[in-house]
């Protein structure tokens, strides 16, 4: 069902400031939701690969941390 211009500015005038309020606030969302870009699985692959060495030392340095706190937990 197709909604005009004209019933939905009328449906605006009546409602509460706290509606419209969420009025501005939902199509303010939907705004958002228009700008947000795709990104393109191509584009990221050179990047997973520029920065793996990076992930796998911050992985390494995360790891003897969270063995450390497995084995003061079991000391418990």
Known sequence: ???TKEALKQDI?????????Q?????????????RITLNPALLAPLA????EDDRN???????????????EDER
Request: net charge negative; aromatic share 12%.
């Open 49 to 52: 690969t520029e920065f793996a």
């Open 23 to 35: 009025v501005a606030d939902f199509i303010a969302f939907l705004k958002f939701c228009d700008r």
């Open 13 to 21: 005038d009546r409602l509460t400031e706290d509606q419209r309020q």
């Open 58 to 72: 911050l992985a390494e340095t995360g790891m003897d941390e969270y063995v450390k706190m497995l084995a003061q």
């Open 1 to 3: 069902m197709a909604i």
